[in-house]
């Protein structure tokens, strides 16, 4: 099922268009993008004049060729607090349907809250929660509370960036009286929604949308000296946003235009976020957050799939991860028997080496998830394909993982032949130390398990662990001849005795006592 979402925002109208597959699923095909700032228009003058229509609909126009000429059968279309508030809204409405064919419904601030809502569960790991979500667009703040498993609580307050700019801001940048009555605005606004989320007791802070997605850039790469290749699942300090927050009072447009991490074109209104955002940090008392890179358009999609009833959202944040990692073995055309073999035999090592490595199940995790990834690179090319596999890791928009995690995977897939990890290699060079110890301990696992599957022929059955002082013994059971097995793993155990500074003797089983001449 091919399904098209529109989201027309008060800053910009998205689509994507997707794949959808039987197990909820999905694959993006086409992302598009206009930025048409509704907000500041409806908010000066109450409705949207003329030559911005001609620009809506040309751009639903756009939008609906796009969709239709990759063959989208479904377009499902959501309008938000621009439309929700111009006094045209259903003149304009109708035109899109007249000239595009495109049925576009207004939706109320507590129906957007819910579609991004779905989205952020699908996309973020909500951990014990429940998490306080805010998706700030250019209208409307969307403010939601929720864990893994339903939306307990939401609302939707006039607190876009948009809105707050027209209304609040004539200099450039901000004056300092123009940025205390903001100020004191937003907190009124936000100061009744804290006494109504208390009861909850939120554990976590989730950020979305736009402004904020560019805000968690900016502070990680102020931190780093890098925009991070990946935003989903992203860990923001409060004390770098912070630091953001007041190089933008002090630059002006043209200026905040060049900070790494920022979309060009929010450099007007990004002080207003920016605002907004330690405002939060302040009244909701969370001194990190967490970014999640899937907001309306997505919840659009999956109301869509679940209204075909494809699948039905589990709750189970381990659900996400695997799903998002399927999903993409799938599109890259994987081995799927040898890659779940490696998979099966890794995992195994790792649970009868645990007084070796002392990994937690975490770790285990994104062990199997490499494992199922390690080869997806010879979609592209055999010929090097564990440069490949990194890159599809890299960029393949995994859900559930962190920006660490990712780099994890990465350097899995990069290095799970022989050669050591480098740091010119960009994943490897953002890991902290510890974090590198432990993803040279899975990467031992892994090229093992690896070996153990040298002819892709599925013939190893079980392997069994003896861990000593002094050496560790790898019995080896398999159903047919098993020398290239043998080889294989042979010939990729050095990582492994150089971590764990004891020798692998690799047997078949049933051996007797191997030297370590005659195990090699």
Known sequence: MRIAA????????????????????????????????????????????????????????????????I????????????????????????????????????????????????????????????????????????????DNSRLLWSTSVHLGVARLAAQFVR??????????????????????????????????????????????????????????????????????????????????????????????????????????????FKLFGFDSMIASDWALREGIVLEAIRHHEVAEWTGDAEAIRRSSVLGLARRCGWDERHSVQVARLATDLFDQTHQLHGLSPYDRDLLEYGALLHDIGEHVAVESHHKHTAYLIEHGRLRGFSPEDIAVLGVLGRYHRRSDPKSSFAPWATLTAERRTATLQLLSLLRLADGLDRGHATTVDAVRVGVTKSRVRLEVQARADMDLELWGVRRKRDLFEKLFDRPLDIVPAGAGAATRAGAA
């Open 171 to 280: 200099d450039d940048p901000p004056s300092a009286g123009e940025i205390r009555r903001l100020k004191a605005h937003v907190t009124e606004v936000l100061s009744p929604v804290l006494e109504e989320v208390r009861p909850f007791d939120p554990k976590l802070l989730v950020v979305t949308s736009g402004t904020f997605c560019d805000l968690s850039r900016m502070a990680a790469a102020a931190r780093t000296g890098t925009v991070p290749a990946t935003l989903n699942q992203l860990s923001v300090r409060r004390r770098d946003v912070q630091e953001v927050h007041e190089q933008l009072l002090e630059l002006p447009a043209a200026g905040r235009a060049r900070i790494s991490g920022l979309d060009a074109r929010r450099a007007d209104q990004i002080p207003v976020g920016s605002l907004v955002l330690v405002t939060i």
């Open 71 to 146: 063959g989208a059968t479904e377009i499902s279309a959501r309008a938000t607090s621009a439309l929700r508030e111009a006094e045209n809204s259903a003149q304009v409405v109708d035109r899109i349907a007249a000239e595009t064919d495109i049925a576009v419904e207004v939706i109320s601030g507590q129906a957007e809250a819910g579609l991004i809502f779905s989205a952020i569960r699908e996309s973020v790991d909500l951990g014990s929660g429940p998490a306080i979500c805010f998706d700030l667009g250019g209208g409307s703040l969307e403010i939601m509370v929720g």
């Open 6 to 69: 529109i989201d027309l925002g008060s800053n910009s109208f998205h689509l994507v268009v997707v794949d959808a597959h039987p197990d909820g699923s999905f694959d993006t095909l086409l992302k598009d993008k206009e930025t048409l700032r509704l907000g500041d228009v409806v908010t000066r003058t109450g409705a949207i004049p003329p030559d911005q229509v001609d620009r809506v609909v040309e751009t639903m126009q756009r939008f609906a060729v796009a969709a239709r000429s």
